[in-house]
């Protein structure tokens, strides 16, 4: 049986919640396999961190050292190499470290590398049968994936159901002198510090309704209508990644995880095709409405009310009636 | 500075529906509306920034069918130096590992400082970048948002990570970085442009061409195949309105009243 290793992110001394989903997919892929999970990081954080993951898995390998401090992927995939059997099976979820990381572990174990995956379906011997999205999710593909060499996996966040059991107490055990023994890894890239995003004019955090607005606008000198209907209904305007991208509007109005999370009672996507990326800066399960001239959006999956029209045509008329209706 | 940037040929979400075929086995592709992959394109635009700073040259290499000529061409009127399509029936199939094969042979032969890739594409996973910095061993970073060369051998770089927050490093040549969108404004390609690298050669490599062994790359190389694709049946899916515009923005405007959202 393959070893099955669960690298636990963690942040400020607290452990991630896709930990608790990094366990259920690796009872999934072996029900009788203990997963070993891995924290690494700095004095000060990994001994909490620990605990609280040896509460969900039964072994807990724990590696610190004040190189840890910030987890630069350089420096965490040597000393991961160093640990790791071949053969391992390595699940992280996927997002920024784990795009940094990931590849090219697979590389140092000689492992298959399967990203982003949104599901488990079946396992023959040792051929997975995985799912993965392709063009934002308007597609999905079964993918076999050859875990014969081990392989490296990430896991969609939120799309596994944690499992929340904590009934273990489990051993922690220091791996700080193996990951070491050959000193520090060479440092190629070195961190140097942290730059915060800008606060924008609006903190679309607080608003309670927000009217989004995507690719779908097309043209810088259209966001104006989308102004207009934020006006009339008192909305704060927000959007989506490419029109930050085209510097249209301030990166503090994007929503998205690699933005804000925005937590309105509604929201109004607008030309906005509903990327994982998108949604998963929606928290808090607002009254959606989707309108989107490509009737298989993705966004239509998650919006509670979609209308399929061109947002260029629609948004001004629907401004026009709103106006009205308010007078 | 000798920088290559490495480049895919995919279907343009913003032109195109994506559905699935009858059969299951691929996307619909007749009539597909092709360009180069979004994120390669800042990568490109950003390589051509650095070389006009510093000098050097920008290579483009992209791996794919006959059609892929015209995402190359189309970076090398962009300001791009030169072209590498690298094709060859062996190469089929590949998975992201395969690919990163080829390019590490392509980046072994020309000897490059700077190896740029877009951090993922819309049918990918963003993976090649990071296995071919490891298969390398030269230094990565995945999702940079920013570069500045600092030094003969060092740049200084942005990673996007999240809450819009940035980290920065310092990263020694030579490397891989793999390009975020918003880096940088791509500029315009006109059909003067285009016109202007016509009849530009562009070499075509086969792995002959660069040493790589058959087994090593295309189906029988892959850990990972698509075995089929699918529609996703999520939730319950929103309420469509019907009907005129004007009955669905009335129906629109009392939901929106009953929640409380317009008096």
């Known amino acids: 049986m393959a070893p099955m290793i669960a690298y636990i992110l963690h942040k400020n001394g607290v452990i991630d919640d896709t930990a608790l989903e990094l366990k259920s997919a690796a009872e999934m892929l072996e029900p009788e396999a203990v997963p070993v999970a891995v924290v690494m990081g700095s004095k000060k954080d990994v001994e909490g961190v620990c605990q609280e993951a040896a509460r969900s898995f039964a072994t807990v390998w724990k590696i610190e050292n004040e190189a840890l401090s910030y987890p630069n992927a350089e420096v965490i995939r040597p000393l991961l190499s160093r640990i790791l059997p071949k053969g391992s099976i390595v699940l992280m979820p996927h997002e920024h470290f784990s795009m940094d990381l990931a590849p090219g572990l697979s590389i140092c174990q000689e492992a298959a590398y399967l990203p982003d995956a949104v599901g488990f379906e079946a396992r023959e011997g040792q051929s997975l049968r995985a799912v993965r999205e392709e063009f934002n999710g308007m597609v999905r593909t079964h993918v076999a994936c050859d875990l014969t060499q081990g392989a490296v996996i990430t896991l ?172 | 500075m000798e920088i290559l940037v490495c480049i895919k040929r995919v279907p343009d979400t913003s032109e195109n529906e994506i559905t699935v075929n009858k059969e299951g086995t691929d996307i619909e592709r007749e009539d597909l509306v092709y360009s180069v992959n979004e994120w390669d394109n800042y990568a490109v635009e950003e390589a051509i920034r650095i070389r006009d700073k510093v000098g050097g040259t920008v290579t483009v290499v992209s791996l794919g069918s006959e059609e892929t000529e015209e995402v190359i061409r189309r970076e090398m009127a962009m300001g791009a130096d030169k072209g590498i399509h690298l094709m060859d029936p062996a190469l089929e199939g590949s998975d992201g590992r395969g690919i990163a094969v080829a390019l590490k042979a392509e980046v072994k032969k020309g000897g490059y400082d700077l190896v740029l890739t877009g ?144 008096k």
Not at chain 2, 136 to 151: C, D, K, M, S, Y
């Open chain 1, 156 to 327: 969609r966040p939120g799309a596994f159901t944690p499992n929340e059991r904590k009934d273990k107490s489990g051993q922690i055990i220091d791996k700080t002198p193996e990951a070491f023994q050959e000193g520090a890894p060479t440092l190629q890239r070195r961190f140097i510090e942290l730059v915060e995003a800008e606060a924008g004019d609006v903190d679309i955090t607080k608003s309670e309704v927000l009217v989004s607005v995507g690719r779908g606008i097309e043209e810088q000198e259209n966001l104006e209508i989308i102004h207009e209907l934020g006006k009339v209904m008192g909305a704060d305007v927000s959007c989506s990644r490419p029109i930050v991208d085209a510097k249209w509007m301030e990166k503090s109005r994007q929503v998205g995880t690699s933005g804000k999370t925005v937590k309105p009672k509604v929201y109004l996507a607008l030309g906005i095709s509903g990327s994982f990326q998108h949604l998963g800066g929606i928290k808090g399960s607002p009254f959606m409405v989707a309108v989107n001239k490509n009737p298989k959006a993705p966004i239509f999956h998650v919006a509670d009310v979609g209308v399929v029209a061109d947002i260029l045509d629609f948004v001004p008329k629907l401004s026009e009636k709103i106006g009205e209706a308010v007078k």
């Open chain 2, 119 to 262: 951090a993922q594409a819309d049918d990918g996973a963003g993976q090649v970048g990071g296995m071919l910095a490891a298969m390398l061993q030269r230094p990565f970073a995945a999702l940079v948002n920013h570069i500045e060369v600092t030094g003969a051998d060092t740049l200084r770089i942005g990673r996007e990570i999240a809450g819009g927050n940035q980290e920065f490093s310092e990263i020694r040549l030579p490397c891989v970085l793999s390009i975020q969108t918003g880096i940088n404004e791509p500029r315009y390609v006109g059909i003067r442009g285009i016109r202007k690298v016509a009849s530009v050669e562009i070499p075509i490599h086969g792995i002959s061409d660069i040493a790589v062994p058959a087994e090593t790359v295309g189906k029988t190389g892959a850990r990972v195949k698509r075995i089929d694709y699918f529609t996703p049946q999520l939730g319950k899916g929103a309420e469509i309105l019907e009907g005129s515009d004007e009955e669905i923005i009335d129906k629109l405007i009392e939901i929106l009243k009953s929640k409380g959202r317009i």
